[in-house]
């Protein structure tokens, strides 16, 4: 089984409808992070939280919002899905450790499309 | 915000070390300095990490400048598979574009 799970892996939704990508993950961290991915760029930080209670925007969090409803599980929504949100999400975790089990550790990626 | 930068691209022969180069001049003093690769259609995955001292593990070597401000990773013999996007990055985990990898056979 994978560390990190990302829910759904793939998924086509219509413009202005609400959505909620899923991520779990097994491996006891408390950090976990939301990123984007568009064709030929790298990766941008949408959200991340460093425990349950903590929710931090990152450098794109307008359109999104995000939930931390435990330790392993942090999930993205999008309230009013928009064209330009198409792209592959990818969630994180990470934690302190001073070792290479720090992290972070990413998920195989939802690739979202709206149309 | 603390930023790294990366060369957009690079080339290199199979079989030959490639040194793939990384600028954080702003990085603070306790941030440590990541290097991720991402294979197509894969997430990033961890290669090696490290603060000061020059690193190495079974996938690469990661040299780091004295004054902290750039540092290099270091594949000692490319393979097809090394072909990927590299990126840098401190404990601020902010992902630029990274440098894509071009391995000639």
């Known amino acids: 089984d994978a560390d990190v799970t990302q829910t759904p892996r793939n998924r086509i939704t219509k413009t202005g409808k609400r959505i909620m990508l899923e991520c779990s993950q097994t491996?006891?961290?408390?950090?976990m992070y939301w990123y984007r991915q568009d064709p030929g760029l790298g990766l941008r930080l949408i959200y991340y939280?460093?425990?349950?209670?903590?929710?931090n925007k990152g450098e794109i969090s307008d359109g999104y919002s995000v939930s931390r409803q435990a330790q392993a599980k942090f999930s993205l929504s999008l309230e009013s899905a928009i064209p330009n949100q198409t792209a592959l999400y990818f969630c994180a975790t990470s934690d302190l450790a001073h070792t290479s089990l720090r992290g972070p550790f990413f998920g195989q990626g939802t690739r979202l499309t709206v149309v | 915000d603390a930023k790294t930068t990366q060369p957009n691209s690079m080339e290199s022969n199979e079989e030959e070390p490639v040194h793939l180069p990384c600028n954080h001049s702003t990085i603070s003093g306790t941030d440590y300095i990541h290097w991720y690769r991402q294979l197509p259609s894969q997430g990033p995955e961890y290669v090696i990490h490290g603060l000061t001292s020059n690193v190495n593990n079974r996938m690469a070597s990661l040299a780091i400048a004295e004054d902290r401000k750039s540092s290099t990773l270091i594949l000692h013999r490319a393979t097809l598979r090394d072909a990927a996007v590299y990126y840098c990055?401190?404990?601020?985990?902010?992902f630029g574009k990274g440098t894509r990898l071009h391995i000639l056979p």
């Open positions: 939280s460093f425990d349950v209670k903590d929710i």
């Open positions: 990055i401190d404990d601020k985990i902010i």
């Open positions: 491996k006891g961290h408390d950090r």
